[in-house]
């Protein structure tokens, strides 16, 4: 799980829809949404980077897959 840093702040968007919740309840769990939803839209995952050794093979492919998990 992603944790927000000190400066994180959130988007003018997300505040003005925060307004229209009364419930606290509601208007928390939104608000813990929209939060996780923009941290985990900053995440970059950088590709793999190729074997630079396997020059002029035109059939060479990469059968790996690399799963990404942020916890």
């Not at 505040?15 to 309840?25: E, S, T, W």
């Amino acid at each position: 799980m992603l944790k927000p840093s000190k400066t994180f702040v959130l988007s003018k968007s997300t505040k003005r829809m925060l307004a229209n919740f009364v419930n606290p309840h509601e208007r928390g769990a939104w608000k813990r949404a929209m939060i996780d939803a923009e941290l985990a839209s900053k995440v970059v995952i950088k590709p793999e980077k190729k074997d630079r050794n396997q020059r002029g093979n035109s059939n060479y492919q990469v059968t790996e897959t690399s799963a990404v998990s942020v916890e």
